[in-house]
């Protein structure tokens, strides 16, 4: 009788003991999860990007030509300005082989960034322009095309700006350039324009084979020239991108892409 009282002693004993003693690997989980719900969630950043004025520019931004226009904003990287400003064009000595006198243009846009009360540093900086032009010049951003957003949803926006740039003499359309940031790295599509020939000429390009390098059939025909109007060169700067910005990128040049003379 006595052994039997010993063992069920024993047994309760052992089994309060291995109750307040959890494995290793059990307390580890334990801790891990004590520190999750203890760790505060990052805050969700808004963009809000508003235009600015000239007057309303820090002194100490320095940029070539007239101001096009300007954003300001503030993510991540703390508070932004985007500066887009050009030079109109003018005669630059330069004579083609007739003798004529030529013209250039200029295109200009810079990203500045700051934290806290830092000074303002250049993220990146972008200069385009037509150059030495004898005929009709075109070079100048798109009105209204100018976008700040933050497709990812990872705190750093995107700025995409889209210009038009033309030396020509006849109805033929101007080159146009899709260009994307998000921080230094860029992204880009550039090809043509379309504008209509004729009365009865109808825009045909759609999203799906606007892009030349995966257009068929196209090259070493007669319309060679004219199948490139309205799409771009390709899509391969996108390629390590978000999917997001390439699908806005094809949005915004399908937008824009019809030239118009008026």
Known sequence: MRVFIFICFAAVLFSCNSSSKKAPNQAKDDTAR????????????????VKITAAQLPASLKFKGKLFEAWRWTDKMGENILILSYVAPYNDKEKNEYGEEARS??????????????????????????????FDITCEFIKDATTVTDLNADGIAETTIQYKMSCRSDVSP???????????????????MWVKASDDEKFEVTEKDANLETLPGYKGTDEEYYKTFGRYESEKDFAAAPPEFLTYARQRWMKYVKESFE
Request: aromatic content about 10%.
């Open 174 to 192: 101007s080159t146009m350039k899709v260009i994307m940031y998000e921080g230094e790295k860029k992204y880009s599509l550039r090809g043509f």
């Open 34 to 49: 004590m520190e999750n719900l203890s760790t505060t969630p990052e805050p969700v950043i808004t963009i809000d990007p």
């Open 105 to 134: 243009a200029e295109l200009h846009a810079f990203h500045f960034a700051k934290k806290d009360n830092s000074d303002y540093k250049q993220v990146w900086m972008l200069n385009d322009g037509e150059k030495s032009c004898s």
